[in-house]
């Protein structure tokens, strides 16, 4: 959550793979990825989809860059 608030308001660098950040996998980095952590931690909302809580490849293709993958 830290990475992905940190991202979107530009005091962290971008991590090279942006789909790590893509919490609610609709294929873009938004303020809602971090509301869907949240309400997902705290019982008020959808599990977050797979690799989670696994590190691991998005199973869902998408636009958002990931180097290796
Ligand atoms: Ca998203
Ligand atoms: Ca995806």
New binding site residues.
């Given amino acids: 959550m830290i990475a992905l608030l940190g991202t979107l308001f530009g005091s962290r660098p971008s991590p090279q793979c942006l789909?790590r950040l893509?919490a609610d996998?609709?294929?873009a980095v938004t303020l809602s990825d971090a509301v869907y952590i949240g309400r997902s931690l705290y019982g008020r909302g959808p599990a977050i989809?797979p690799p989670f809580p696994v590190p691991g490849a998005?199973?869902?293709?998408?636009a958002?860059a990931c180097p290796g993958s």
Avoid: E
């Fill in positions: 789909d893509d996998d609709d294929g989809p998005d199973p869902t293709p998408d958002l």
